[in-house]
């Protein structure tokens, strides 16, 4: 049996009591603690909504990226100068689009492995 203060007169109680002795006040023991375990479980659940989320713009990032990267090198060729400057450009910011999807969904698949650990 432990000693607590009550939150409301502040008077040294039992933590086994549902009521403060004193002055009636409900105290917080471990009947009421299904609260936080709820709270707890809520948050898992919006965790698990976030990380899908990041895990679908990680691959729409990948597969984007690759797409842009893989479709601005074989019309390189067929242009002038000028343009190739800009399908290089173009290709520079689908590769660092695909290796930021990458790096996310290595983060997000961590994640969830650390989550489920
Ligand atoms: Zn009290």
Same mark, same amino acid.
């Given at each position: 049996?432990a *000693?607590i203060? !009550?939150?409301?007169c502040?008077k040294q109680i039992?933590?086994?009591i #549902?009521n !403060? =002795?004193? %002055? /009636?006040?409900?105290i917080p023991? #471990?009947k009421?603690k299904?609260?936080?375990?709820?709270?707890?479980?809520?948050?898992?659940?919006?965790?698990? $909504?976030?990380? $899908?989320?990041?895990?679908l713009i990680?691959v729409?990032l990948m =597969?984007?990226g690759c797409a842009?990267?893989?479709?601005?090198?074989?019309?390189?060729?067929?242009?002038?100068g000028?343009?190739?400057?800009g399908i290089?450009?173009?290709?520079?910011? %689908?590769?660092? #689009?695909?290796v930021? /999807? #990458?790096v *996310?969904w =290595?983060?997000?698949k961590? $994640?969830?492995?650390?989550?489920?650990?």
């Open positions: 049996m *000693l203060n !009550c939150p409301d502040n039992s933590d086994k #549902a !403060c =002795i004193q %002055c /009636g006040c409900p023991t #471990a009421s299904s609260t936080p375990t709820t709270e707890k479980e809520q948050t898992i659940q919006q965790t698990s $909504k976030k990380l $899908k989320m990041r895990m990680a729409l =597969i984007g842009g990267s893989m479709g601005s090198v074989s019309l390189m060729g067929n242009s002038n000028e343009l190739n400057m290089a450009y173009f290709s520079t910011i %689908c590769s660092i #689009a695909f930021t /999807g #990458a *996310l =290595i983060v997000v961590f $994640k969830v492995w650390w989550h489920h650990k």
